[in-house]
């Protein structure tokens, strides 16, 4: 797993903490908060209506696994967990994902604010680099995470890959 393709973009394998059968995790090069991670179908999908039953079920039961570390590894105290189906819904990445953003107290003046910031993180510096996290941030997080699950990223047959990073 040298990459793996998330809409337009391909993400290095040093970006992911979480594979499984049908989904992946990875962390966000521009969160918006800390500990702002993805959560994607393995397949291309760009709209949520057009996931079968199966990569639905997995890309729920990871997004709520991933929720529950994201949130205890953060120290935050809630979660916010959005889907943006659709570009008028806000969707610039044409991939379903969702997204799992840990909460803490006060961490916005107004709490909805966060589906605001969520609708222009992705359009603000899109094609701007210097307004990314480097690689190396990205893959420390993903490594820290990675450790969190207990277990090695499986390869699209279920078969056990090397750790990217090494």
């Excluded at 199966?54 to 120290?75: G, I, P």
């Excluded at 990445?93 to 589906?115: A, M, T």
Aim: charged share 30%; glycine share 4%.
């Amino acid at each position: 797993m040298a990459t793996l393709r998330f809409g337009q973009h391909m993400i290095k394998a040093s970006a992911v903490f979480l594979r499984t059968e049908l989904s992946f995790a990875l962390v966000n090069r521009k969160p918006v908060v800390p500990g702002h991670v993805l959560v994607c179908p393995l397949r291309p999908v760009e709209r949520f209506r057009d996931l079968q039953p199966n990569e639905l079920a997995d890309l729920f039961s990871t997004t709520q696994r991933v929720a529950n570390a994201v949130e205890k590894h953060f120290n935050a105290s809630s979660l916010t967990i959005a889907i943006q189906d659709g570009p008028e819904a806000g969707q610039t990445v044409k991939h379903v994902h969702v997204h799992v953003l840990p909460r803490r107290v006060g961490d916005f003046e107004r709490n909805d604010s966060i589906y605001d910031e969520l609708q222009k993180h992705d359009k603000e510096g899109e094609d701007v680099p210097s307004k990314w996290r480097s690689e190396e941030e990205m893959a420390k997080e993903a490594t820290e995470l990675r450790g969190l699950f207990n277990e090695p990223l499986q390869d699209t047959k279920g078969h056990q890959e090397e750790d990217p990073i090494k």
